[in-house]
């Protein structure tokens, strides 16, 4: 099981890697602001209530209703730049309609990236993008390419700010 999970985390390092790799070349202009900038000292997640946290055990990914949560995060690293965690997605199938509905429970490996400075406090970054990926079964993923249900191995998404 160890290993399985090792071989995902190098998977989930590559795909961000990848995304990363296309990013367009730096220019002198971009070079000189990259200078300017302040050294991010620490880097943090934003909640769902505006509050910044690190290394949280309990993420809610949907605010509205909190209907999908990542639990039970272990967090193996947190950086400046990334974090990556094991965990559960809990997910309610809204079946037959969400208040009715149960939680489904979907192990994850979980990666925080692409930080930008929080405004108003210098020094500190947040992530503005997370990647999750399944270790076992998969949760839907509705209207995948705009057509049907899809189960995906990996989601990546924007968080809120």
């Known amino acids: 099981m ?5 071989v995902l985390f190098v998977l989930l390092l590559s795909v961000v890697a990848t995304g990363c790799a296309s990013a367009s070349a730096p220019t ?3 070079d000189a ?3 300017q900038r302040t050294p991010i000292a620490r880097a943090v997640v934003v909640n769902c209530e505006f509050k910044t946290q690190t290394r949280p055990s309990t993420f809610v990914l949907t605010c509205a209703d909190a209907n999908d949560a990542l639990i039970h995060l272990h ?3 947190w950086g400046s730049g990334a974090a990556f965690a094991t965990g559960i997605e809990q997910i309610n199938n809204c079946t037959p309609y969400c208040a009715a509905g149960k939680f489904v429970s979907y192990p994850v490996l979980v990666n925080l990236w692409r930080p930008e400075p929080l405004p108003g406090h210098p ?5 503005t993008r997370a990647t999750r990926v399944y270790t076992n079964n998969r949760p839907p993923l509705y209207f995948c390419n705009g057509t049907h249900t899809c189960y ?6 924007d968080l809120w700010s």
């Open 75 to 77: 967090w193996l690293s």
């Open 2 to 6: 160890m290993k399985r999970i090792a």
């Open 152 to 157: 995906p191995q990996t989601a990546t998404f």
């Open 123 to 127: 020094g500190t970054s947040y992530f």
């Open 28 to 30: 002198r202009a971009t």
């Open 33 to 35: 602001a990259l200078v």
